[in-house]
C-alpha cells in the first residue's frame, strides 16, 4: 500500500524559511513525477510545485522566487525549501506522487500545516 508522509511544517514569522519533505512507503517503482499543493482554509486546493522524472520542475507564480521543489534522484522523496513565507502562504501543504507503473495511480499524503504570521 503506497503512504506518503509529510514532515517539516509549522508557525513561523513573515520573512522566515521552513522545509517541507515528503516520502513514499509501500513501492520501490519511482513515481512519474511529484508535486506539492496547498490549501488555505475556505479556499480551494491549489498546486504549487511539480517535478517530472526527477529533473523537470515548475512553479506557481505566486511562489517563483521564493519556494525550490527538488527530489532526490532515483528517489521517492519530495522537497520544498520555503523562504521569504508571508501570511498568504498559511494553509495545510499535500504531497501528491502519480505512477504510470506498479502502482499506478495518484496518491496523496495526509496534509503538513504550515502557518505564517504576519
Known amino acids: 500500500q503506497v503512504q506518503l508522509v509529510e514532515s517539516g511544517g509549522g508557525l513561523v514569522q513573515a520573512g522566515g524559511s521552513l522545509r517541507l519533505s515528503c516520502s513514499v512507503s509501500?513501492?520501490?517503482?519511482?513515481?512519474?513525477?511529484m508535486a506539492w499543493y496547498r490549501q488555505a482554509p475556505g479556499k480551494q486546493r491549489e498546486w504549487v510545485a511539480s517535478i517530472v522524472n526527477s529533473d523537470i520542475s515548475n512553479h506557481a507564480d505566486f511562489v517563483k522566487g521564493r519556494f525550490t521543489v527538488a527530489r532526490l534522484r532515483f528517489k521517492n522523496t519530495l522537497y520544498l525549501q520555503m523562504n521569504s513565507l508571508k501570511p498568504e502562504d498559511t494553509g495545510a501543504y499535500y504531497c501528491n506522487a502519480r505512477f504510470v507503473a506498479g502502482p499506478v495511480g495518484a496518491y496523496w499524503g495526509q496534509g503538513n500545516q504550515v502557518t505564517v504570521s504576519s
Open positions: 509501500g513501492t520501490l517503482v519511482g513515481a512519474k513525477s
